[in-house]
């Protein structure tokens, strides 16, 4: 993957220099519209068809980061855009 890493922009856009590593001491939650921003920033080096499917693959990265995002874990995250619930910046 062509630096800067994907990780490195979620932890730029936290402004962390480390993110915690377990899920039980997670306190890092990026939101919506940063996940976006670096799925944007890395859309030629990921595979998503759309900015919805990259902005996924962003949010992947922070499951295996400890993120949260909008307060919710990849799973849910994920699910609340399928749903619709964040449409409003796609």
């Not at 595979?47 to 919710?72: F, N, P, Q």
């Amino acid at each position: 993957m062509p630096k800067p890493w994907m990780s490195e922009l979620i932890m730029k856009k936290l402004g962390i220099q480390k993110c915690n590593g377990s899920f039980e001491t997670a306190t890092e939650d990026l939101s919506m519209a940063h996940a976006i921003e670096v799925a944007k920033e890395k859309a030629n080096d990921i595979t998503g068809a759309d900015l919805k499917a990259k902005t996924k693959e962003v949010i992947g990265t922070c499951v295996s980061m400890r993120v949260r995002v909008e307060g919710r874990w990849g799973k849910e995250a994920c699910k609340a855009i399928d749903d619709g619930e964040f449409d409003e910046y796609f």
